[in-house]
């Protein structure tokens, strides 16, 4: 969240700004890059930035995305553009798990985590698919929840996989019987499915579920 001295609410902000104490510690101007680029894909001229970064000079601003670069989180297109690099997208990680109760905290300059390198291994083969209906409720997958599926993967029984039945998807769990291959539900007010045809789509590999929609 944004500290609230900023004169930066989430919208594209105006100018003119006036320039802040600079902050020694830059993870407070990365954060607000990030937050940025969250909202609209892109880092924005310089005189956006101004206000973003709430300084008053183009040069305070290059200062900040300079050391930024040489701390990795940025870098530099061919055409001389600012361009988040994978590190940028990084997040805090715990250096314990998180009990049920009070969690362990997060310290700063800890390790960090890519969720998209955590879950997606190959990105050209990867696809996320929203979740409708309760056949896999037992599975711990709901509705409005999304997963995370890789194409082109070999599945095994026991999988979790994205078939394509009658022209439609539907996720379910890979098993054999009677050797015969069949698609479970993980919910009992739904038949085991065992279609003469069907294609695999995908393998689920993730699953990605957000709390405040």
Not at 28 to 36: C, H, S, T
Not at 80 to 95: H, I, M, N
Not at 174 to 190: D, S
Request: aromatic letters at 10%; glycine letters at 8%.
């Amino acid at each position: 969240m944004y500290n609230n001295e900023l004169p930066y609410s989430g919208d594209k902000p105006s100018l003119p700004v006036t320039e802040m104490p600079r902050i020694a510690n830059d993870a407070a101007y990365l954060a607000r890059l990030q937050d940025y680029y969250s909202r609209w894909r892109s880092l924005p001229a310089y005189d956006v930035l101004r206000a973003v970064l709430g300084l008053a000079t183009r040069s305070g601003v290059a200062a900040v995305l300079r050391r930024l670069e040489q701390a990795g989180y940025l870098e530099r297109t061919p055409a001389k553009r600012w361009t988040p690099t994978a590190r940028f997208f990084e997040r805090p990680l715990a250096d314990a798990p998180v009990p049920a109760g009070y969690p362990a905290a997060v310290a700063d300059g800890g390790e960090t985590a890519s969720i998209d390198a955590w879950l997606i291994r190959e990105p050209s083969r990867t696809v996320l698919l929203p979740v409708t209906g309760d056949s896999m409720w037992e599975a711990g997958i709901y509705p409005g929840d999304r997963v995370v599926v890789e194409r082109d993967k070999a599945a095994r029984p026991g999988d979790l996989v994205v078939a394509v039945v009658d022209n439609g998807f539907t996720l379910k769990t890979l098993a054999v019987e009677a050797g015969a291959t069949v698609l479970r539900p993980a919910n009992p007010c739904y038949p085991v499915l065992r279609p003469d045809h069907w294609e695999l789509f995908g393998v689920v590999v993730g699953l990605v579920r957000n709390y405040r929609k």
